[in-house]
């Protein structure tokens, strides 16, 4: 079984910095049944970090089974999204940006 610390370096080791160019934002991972982290890309770089970052652009609430379905793509983010498995506070159209930032 992956710890959600384990899921969000695979996460950072799909990081896509093309795509990040000129970016600065922070997404913020909140873990229903295991501990939060933050994303942060900012120009083509992309930093973890564990707990809550007070700067998040868009915060993605979830607990660890979806977020590992959706890091290995078993699980469509969209389809978690639409049967409750995933909410997303703040800047929605960031949330879409996940896919171009860490490809599967």
């Not at 970090?49 to 590992?68: C, F, H, R, W, Y």
């Amino acid at each position: 079984m992956m710890s959600v610390a384990d899921i969000a370096q695979t996460m950072q080791s799909k990081f896509n910095a093309s795509a990040a160019a000129g970016l600065d934002l922070v997404f913020q991972f909140n873990i229903e049944d295991g501990e939060n982290y933050a994303l942060i890309v900012k120009d083509g770089t992309c930093a973890l970090e564990q707990g809550d970052n007070p700067n998040a652009n868009v915060t993605l609430i979830m607990d660890s089974e979806t977020l590992k379905g959706i890091v290995s793509g078993e699980t469509d983010g969209m389809q978690a999204f639409m049967a409750g498995k995933l909410r997303a506070e703040g800047d929605m159209m960031l949330a879409m940006k996940l896919g171009e930032l860490f490809p599967v």
